[in-house]
């Protein structure tokens, strides 16, 4: 294949706003989509001195195009080119742009694009490069060679008895939750498990309570469904039901919440449960990281205390990746044959390999090793960003007690300061997308793939952009 | 591990309506579920002789408890007793028994239930001995290996781009499509896309048409969005729509009417065009079994007759397993990205391994090969069963044109012997279940696993079921 001329792309200009990086990174992806990149890319050294630039920033072009899925990076080679992909922010028109959808279709489709939109560092992303690849192809090996019986077509809609067995005394040993295998439904993921919640839960109008800020797929799962949403202000202590009016449904985070990492208090809890028993609502306890935690989470899972009104669900997300699309709900006893129904009916099923290598996996010792394993990474990485946006004068954050993401509230600025990070390639999200109520400002990152280098790298264009934004 | 003591076992009784095998099949069943059957079971030479019953009797119970995913039978060895399954129908409280679900809820359960219950040639059930097993573990092993790249998290939600070009190149060319792999929504299979295409495209109180009898799936999906369900008679040439009022969403299965087996005739197709024209409906043509027809599909899917109003459907769980769990929807150009987000917001994904797996599969010559196979077997064992069927007096039906299920109508009795052949171990459904307007009176059944032996029993059991409740 021909190799790609450096003297057909673009020189970055250094007269424009735009970080030479990134202009750099767009010519190399116009390149690469038009078909005049194929092969591999020239090495940073060549590159850089071809365009006059230093290596670093070919380096940062070329880590944003593997982040991408442009292009395959190995150790001392040449980064490869990769067959080209459709994207699915690709150019077609967005919701709406042209009608066809329902306005019911409308709720459910906004803001779904946004969503998908990928960068490095993004919120929520854990690290690709420590999934345990080769154990799973193994597993899955397996799986795939194994007569799957009855589970072959349609009997086990809602999970393999083996994965909802190891998920119920995973989480009975390690959440403190009252669950047995049939209360189980396993989902193509938390996104999943929250639409069919609200649909099958709820009546359009109803009203549900989520925190504020808050997880933007339990808003736009409700807002699909029709539900009426209000606010839960979020403080150190987390959600506050206090004045909260009567709702259907109440979404918290209990253990670790999302954007803003903190852990909801004994007091709090308390008043939750006191909510529960006077309006008879049920509570969707979203345990997205419990997978994984990093500190001693010494308080258990609230389905503990109240099992006939709290929906808790999970996520492999986390723990592994989130193209497994694997998640579980743990229903109320009295619900959960009724919600399999529904979860049939709305064709919310799962890949049944997926299913069986996920199930080994867990039974085995080695995935223990491997949660300790990136625990650990994901704590320092966590720790290292937030003391480096603590150095950055006017920014104020506590080191994240889980998760792989961290919320920064800013004084300021946010609209600029997110795009600049954006054209950085940074996946860093805005506070003020987090809220349904007036918006908070402030950055949401991920820290999963915070490697030193990138957090020097994101910290430099993060000061340069609090310096022209932040007033 | 103990043997089962066959003394412990309830011996057949001869003076029950019930047949010895599907006695014999209960009590061992019953056996393992409780713990006392472990290990193997003793053969079938020991077990008849035991008990006093034929060894076809005790094979034919062997097989029920293999259905069943009880028991792993291989060449020449004793029954291996498999770990207890938490069953789907296991006795939880159906729908609306408890509450617990809003009344949309319980709309979207309704039936959920009962399309999971399984059986021998059950409706729309491919064989688990034809998928390629080996094969398909390499590809998942390999899949498993490799780095995913931006496809990691959320990029590629509604299908990875691999997968999303051999599916529009085989389409194009195969069915006569117009697609590009942008209009393509990788979905966790034909139900997950009716659902998103009735919530997405349809308010509740639109009017959407169906077959009559129809598609269960098709049905329940519609309802639970809400939508208004009017039945189209289908005849000899597939449905009619002379007279249909306006509606929103019309779905049919044009190549291989389901359950019916009819081919929508070339005057219909005219009418079907005529009516999308003058209403500007959707169509959604489910094109369910278009991964292999096993005569001359010389007709294009109508799909490419008007790519701005048809939204195609296609499926592999025909082709290959149900268990997969991955469907794709063809979307007209202006409708694919909208749809798109509101999947994303719905949750419905499908694991990365699994779509890789396909993707590569697909485009591999040994795929075809695997088609042109099980075209084969299934054609045989359909034609064997009409033909089997024909041979029982007041029973008429054509040789089936493609499909894994064939529907007979029955001049009456179609509870009772809908219920001897289920007793027996047969997942034939009722007729009426596939209707909403008055019921029509008939069998669905699955061919794919009619082996010549299971043909055999089947007409036994119906013969006898036929004249005892035929009238």
Redesign the interface.
């Known amino acids: 294949m021909a190799p790609l001329l450096l003297t057909t792309i673009a020189a970055p200009d250094r007269d424009l706003p735009t970080p030479l990086a990134v202009q750099l990174y767009r010519s190399l992806l116009d390149a690469i989509r038009t078909g005049r990149a194929t092969g591999s890319l020239p090495s940073s050294r060549k590159t850089a001195i071809a365009l006059g630039l230093s290596r670093n920033t070919v380096n940062a072009a070329y880590d944003l195009l593997?982040?991408?899925?442009?292009v395959?990076i190995r150790h001392g080679a040449a980064p490869r080119v990769?067959?080209?992909?459709?994207?699915?922010?690709?150019a077609?028109?967005?919701?709406?742009?042209?009608?066809?959808?329902?306005?019911?279709?409308?709720g459910?489709?906004?803001?779904?694009?946004r969503?998908?939109a990928?960068g490095i560092m993004?919120p929520?992303?854990p690290d690709?490069t420590l999934?345990p690849?080769?154990e799973?192809?193994?597993h899955?090996?397996?799986?795939?060679?194994?007569?799957?019986?009855?589970?072959?077509?349609?009997?086990?809609?809602?999970g393999i008895?083996?994965l909802?067995?190891v998920l119920a005394r995973r989480l009975t040993i390690d959440r403190g939750m009252q669950v047995e295998?049939?209360q189980i439904l396993v989902?193509?993921?938390?996104?999943?498990?929250?639409?069919?919640l609200a649909?099958?839960?709820?009546?359009?109008g109803?009203m549900a309570l989520i925190e504020e800020p808050g997880y933007p797929?339990a808003r736009?799962?409700f807002r699909?469904a029709g539900l009426r949403l209000c606010p839960l202000p979020v403080d150190a202590e987390g959600a506050d039901l206090s004045g909260a009016p009567p709702a259907?449904l109440v979404y918290l985070t209990p253990a670790n919440q999302y954007p803003m990492g903190h852990r909801l208090s004994l007091r709090r809890r308390g008043q939750v449960l006191d909510y529960l028993n006077g309006t008879g609502a049920l509570l969707v306890e979203d345990d997205y990281d419990s997978e994984f935690h990093w500190q001693g989470r010494e308080i258990a899972a609230l389905q503990g205390d109240a099992p006939d009104q709290v929906i808790a669900l999970g996520t492999a997300a986390k723990a592994l990746?989130?193209?497994?699309?694997?998640g579980w709900i743990v229903a109320?006893?009295?619900?959960?044959?009724?919600?399999?129904?529904?979860?049939?009916?709305?064709?919310?099923?799962?890949?049944?390999?997926?299913q069986a290598a996920l199930a080994e996996f867990m039974d085995s010792g080695r995935y223990r090793a491997h949660l300790r394993r990136i625990a650990r990474i994901y704590g320092e990485r966590g720790r290292a960003l937030a003391a480096a946006l603590r150095a950055i004068p006017g920014l104020d954050l506590p080191d994240p007690s889980g998760g792989v993401q961290l919320g920064c509230r800013l004084p300021g600025g946010e609209a600029g300061i997110v795009r600049a990070l954006r054209d950085a390639g940074y996946g860093t999200a805005a506070l003020s997308d987090y809220c349904i109520g007036p918006p908070q400002e402030g950055l949401i990152t991920g820290f999963a793939e915070a490697t030193a280098e990138r957090i020097d790298r994101f910290t430099n264009v993060l000061r340069a952009a609090l310096a022209s934004f932040a007033g």
């Open positions: 593997r982040a991408e899925g442009a395959d990769l067959p080209p992909k459709v994207s699915d922010s690709a077609l028109p967005s919701a709406g742009a042209r009608g066809g959808l329902s306005a019911r279709g409308e459910w489709a906004r803001d779904g694009i969503r998908s990928g993004a929520g992303h690709e999934f690849r080769d799973w192809a193994m899955l090996r397996r799986a795939g060679r194994r007569r799957q019986g009855a589970g072959f077509a349609y009997a086990d809609y809602s008895p083996a909802r067995s295998p049939d989902t193509p993921g938390s996104q999943a498990s929250l639409s069919l649909l099958a839960l709820a009546e359009a109803d797929g736009n799962a699909g259907r990746m989130p193209a497994l699309r694997i109320p006893r009295h619900i959960a044959g009724p919600l399999r129904a529904a979860q049939r009916n709305l064709g919310l099923g799962v890949n049944i390999h997926a």
